[in-house]
């Protein structure tokens, strides 16, 4: 895609960012364990959103490099504690950091991305910039911090519970996982100085985006094939996960299919699965779940409309598809 040609080439100056960051690390084992995720890949869309609010409100990208690669390095540190939480041996096709190096070490790998994120946005230097604007960047990082540690904290808490209502599941993935995404776009834009107006319509699409990012995780686990989704499908079901699908059916469904349905989610067994998707086709929350995903998207490009014309406004206005588009 296009879209991810454009992230890409965006990545170029955040890579280098990371790299000069991470290069002092010592001893070898903390460094090769921190850069580990990094090297894997990844698609990098976080920092390009940095970057391109920071274009699409009259800035410069030079600016915000830094704080986009902080916010790539927060990313990357939520993800080698995930695993560690999760048990997850594998990422990006690779074994997972705490596999290589042990979870000691991958904690202190997590740990020193999350302290040379907040030191990155504070060397943002350019004339440009006032240091308010560093300073309110870096409080928006920094609040995402917070918000992804009290998701985590959510999800870890709906485990072998079967009763969370949609407005919970909502809030859980709001703070796990668009939260950082409302902070790229909102801490982008507030680097490339836009107004007060702009800068609370990126943040409110980057959190729109964020919520049809995870919507759109959950929809593709039920309705991907394996090959394109890189893992089997159904994994969420198997895992027993709450995800909108399995909270909208628990609250429509008869007594009768709702205790099939707990049954499967706690069984984890992977031929059931077609079971539980028969389930939710019968009350539609397969439709449900990428609806609300779409109205997100739609809601969020409506938001662009306040911002002048640009090449980065367009970029935007792309992302915001690419996230119902992609199949993986």
């Known amino acids: 895609m296009e879209i991810l040609k454009l992230v890409k080439n965006y990545s170029i100056g955040v890579d280098r960012e990371i790299e000069n960051a991470l290069d002092t690390l010592d001893p070898e084992n903390l460094h090769s364990a921190s850069n580990h995720i990094i090297k894997a890949g990844g698609k990098k869309i976080r920092p390009a959103l940095v970057l391109l609010t920071a274009e699409a409100v009259g800035g410069n990208r030079k600016w915000a490099y830094k704080t986009a690669a902080a916010v790539e ?12 939480m999760d048990g997850d041996e594998m990422r990006r096709g690779m074994p997972a950091v705490h596999t290589l190096w042990g979870e ?5 790998a997590g740990d020193v991305l999350f302290s040379k994120a907040f030191e990155l946005v504070t060397q943002t230097q ?3 910039i006032p240091s308010e604007n560093v300073i309110t960047a870096l409080k928006t ?4 911090c917070i918000k992804i540690c009290e998701g985590q904290a959510l999800d870890m808490d709906f485990e072998g ?18 939260a950082l995404i409302a902070a790229a776009t909102k801490s982008g834009a507030i680097i490339g100085g836009g107004s007060e107006e702009q800068v609370e319509a990126l943040s409110q699409y980057g959190e729109l985006i964020g919520m049809a990012f995870q919507i759109q995780d959950d929809y593709l686990d039920v309705i991907s094939d394996e090959e394109e989704l890189g893992k089997p499908v159904g994994s969420d079901i198997v895992e027993g996960k709450m995800t909108l699908m399995v909270v909208h059916t628990l609250e429509a469904a ?13 069984s984890g067994d992977e031929s059931n699965t077609n079971r539980a998707i028969e389930i939710f086709n019968k009350y539609d929350s397969i439709t449900y779940a990428r609806d609300i995903a779409l109205e997100n998207v739609n809601q969020a490009k409506k938001l662009l409309d306040m911002m002048d014309d640009s090449p980065a406004k367009e970029a935007l206005y792309n992302l915001a598809d690419f996230v119902l588009e992609r199949k993986n």
Do not use: G, Q, R
Request: proline share 2%; aromatic share 6%; no cysteine.
């Open 161 to 178: 519970k079967l009763d969370v209502k949609e407005e919970d599941y909502l809030k859980m993935i709001y703070k796990k996982t668009a």
């Open 141 to 144: 990082v920094v609040d995402s």
């Open 254 to 266: 008869t007594d009768a299919d709702k205790e099939e349905l707990i049954s499967i989610l706690e």
């Open 104 to 108: 000691p070490m991958a904690i202190l």
């Open 73 to 84: 390095l927060i990313h990357t540190f939520s993800l080698i504690h995930d695993d560690i």
């Open 126 to 128: 350019a004339e440009d």
